[in-house]
């Protein structure tokens, strides 16, 4: 089993040094999933790309997708720019700017926020009865906040995780708090 956080940015980064737009469609591999447990092993139902679908390459119809067999939820797509762009998760400092971090104040609202967002078990309207329901939330139930992308109308899976980290980092806190005047209470005794 292989686990890959941002390890997909490997297999893009030839193609980040193209320009991010060009007037006629190249291939470039998008982003994949967010964390790989098994590279290969979910199928993506799309046809395998052939020897001339290469990233970089010219290619004919534009959102045209096949499958490169490199796992992940990695793809080659058609297209005049680069959907990879502003980027996959990256984590590293060299790849952001604007690095702001989160004041004591401000972790207490994500972790308020993360606290109440319902979770629901569904299922997606094209899934057999039969599958197993999924556990998440609905963005329509959280209005905005950092757990969710409206642009695309998908959850922001990285900011919902930071605003669980958010959450954790708080409770420590009270933790700690809280067994330092039990220490004190029993020092009285």
């Known amino acids: 089993m292989r686990t890959s956080l941002g390890g997909v940015a490997a297999l893009v980064g030839p193609v980040l040094a193209l320009s991010c737009s060009s007037s006629q469609p190249l291939w470039y591999h998008t982003c994949g999933e967010p964390v790989c447990f098994d590279a290969g092993a979910v199928d993506s139902g799309l046809a395998s790309c052939t020897s001339q679908d290469v990233a970089g390459e010219v290619c004919a119809t534009v959102g045209q ?29 060299s790849a952001k700017q604007d690095i702001a971090y989160l004041t004591p104040a401000e972790l207490e609202v994500e972790a308020r926020e993360v606290l109440a967002i319902p979770l629901a078990r569904y299922r997606y309207r094209t899934e057999a009865a039969a599958r197993a329901p999924h556990l998440g939330f609905i963005i329509d139930d959280v209005g905005p906040q950092a757990c969710v992308d409206w642009g695309v109308g998908t959850v922001d899976l990285y900011g919902y995780t930071s605003m669980a980290v958010a959450a954790l980092q708080m409770q420590e806190k009270e933790i700690r708090e809280l067994r330092a005047r039990v220490r004190e209470l029993e020092r009285r005794r």
């Open 65 to 93: 997708e096949c499958d490169p067999g490199v796992g992940c939820g990695v793809l080659l797509e058609c297209a005049t720019s680069d959907p990879t762009k502003p980027g996959c998760p990256i984590s590293r400092r």
